[in-house]
């Protein structure tokens, strides 16, 4: 079986550290495999998207010597696959209309208020999943054995949001059934993401891939690397400012490889790359480094 890896970014800002350690984990896990490495584009969540960030992220893969398989796909063009995926589950009674607005709800479990249907006077407004009151378990090739029960630790979890857009976690499952995705090598944040998408994968009658959930990188204050932190803006992507951003990358991959051209620097990590040297707890960056 062909080995297919992916990176799939959300262009609401510049690649930062924490996705380009996304992006050589998911290149070196697949590489390394002799496997396919393709990209998407996670721009469903159209409010959040800014304009030009995707370009931005393209290029600086480009800078970074990570070359993709095929062309990138764009959530925003496969509308008709993800209406396609809820008319099944629709059909299979496995999703249900709910009422609720997020100020009516307390804490991160969905109750469950709407499972059996929406109470008279009630206006429908987002699409849940019924979750199968079930343990789900999988192997992380990095944080080992996961278990979780999808039921008491979210609840129904949304798949059409009140404002018409198609949840992530619908997406993403559908998308990497659709492109063949076998291995999904993310960041550490959607570790708890990952028992919801199997409860997907399951119900459309997708295979589960095989996961690993890299290093949270946070910044030396303990946030999250994100959107409005600034942490490798274009401007920053001359060659030894790429060279040293790589060299970080691959330390906190679990390796050292001396600051080269990029290429030279991702055939030396493929050469050095052990999965079981990635480490599983959160990377916090010296100020410097971001
Ligand atoms: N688009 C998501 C993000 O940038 C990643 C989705 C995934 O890898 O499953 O956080």
Known sequence: MTVIGRFAPSPTGPLHLGSLVAAAGSWLFARRA?????????????????????????????????????????QSRRLPLYE????????????YDCACSRAELEGAVYPG??????????????IRFRVPDEVIAFDDAIH?????????????????????????????????????????VRGGDLLTSTARQIALQRALG???????????VVDADGAKLGKRDGALPLPSLDEP?????LAVAMRILGM?????????????????????RVPSQV???PREDH
């Not at 278990?147 to 949840?167: K, P, T």
Request: proline content about 5%; charged content about 30%; hydrophobic content about 45%.
């Open 34 to 74: 002799g496997g396919r490495w393709l990209v998407r584009m996670e721009d469903i969540d159209t409010p959040r998207v800014v304009r030009g960030s995707a370009e931005e992220i393209l290029a600086a893969l480009g800078r970074y010597g990570l070359e993709w398989d095929g062309e990138v796909v764009w």
């Open 206 to 216: 997708l295979h589960a891939p095989e996961y690993a959930h890299l290093p949270l």
């Open 84 to 95: 396609e995926a809820l008319r099944r589950l629709r059909d299979e009674g496995l999703i």
């Open 113 to 126: 208020t709407c499972r059996p249907g929406i109470a008279a006077g009630r206006q429908a407004r987002a």
């Open 241 to 245: 400012r790429v060279r040293e951003t």
């Open 144 to 184: 080992g054995h996961v278990e979780e029960h999808v039921g008491r630790d979210s609840g129904d979890f949304v798949v059409r949001r009140a404002d018409g857009l198609f949840a992530y976690q619908l997406v993403v499952v559908v998308d990497d059934g659709e492109q063949g995705v076998t291995q999904v």
């Open 283 to 285: 990377i916090a960056l």
């Open 256 to 276: 050292e490889v001396a600051p080269a051209p990029p290429r030279e620097m991702l055939d030396e990590a493929l050469r050095l790359f052990d999965p079981a």
